[in-house]
């Protein structure tokens, strides 16, 4: 059973930085797709990256558009977790952000592609 672990959560200012964090455990790691979806206060969930495995140590990396050049997805394969970094902040980031991970190597923008669901982390970003 894999089981996911987010954290990295907090108040920014707007332009501000901050990177979250999924440790993933039960799984083998570098061959889970992952993605990362938001919440926002009276909207439905979101989705904001993802990245999957597609053979070898190759990925495929996808992004929302509002988030495209700002997020990316580094990831420490050692300690089997992955981030969202998330650069230029606005306020309209502000959400609690979930990590997720599927039973294999695929991911995307759909959430039924997941199965497995981190517990949030707040994320704030003031103006």
Do not use: H
């Not at 050049?69 to 306020?91: E, I, V």
């Amino acid at each position: 059973q894999v089981q996911l672990v987010d954290s990295g959560g907090g108040l920014v200012q707007t332009g501000g930085s901050l990177r979250l964090s999924c440790v993933v455990s039960g799984g083998t790691f570098s061959r889970i797709g992952m993605g990362w979806f938001r919440q926002a206060p009276g909207k439905g969930r979101e989705f904001v990256a993802s990245i999957s495995w597609t053979g070898g140590k190759t990925f495929y990396a996808e992004y929302a558009d509002s988030v495209k050049g700002r997020f990316s997805l580094p990831r420490d394969s050692a300690k089997s977790t992955q981030f969202l970094q998330m650069n230029s902040l606005k306020p309209e980031d502000t959400a609690v952000y979930y990590c997720a991970a599927g039973r294999g190597p695929n991911a995307g923008r759909r959430s039924d592609l997941y199965d497995f669901w981190g517990q949030g982390t707040q994320v704030t970003v003031s103006s």
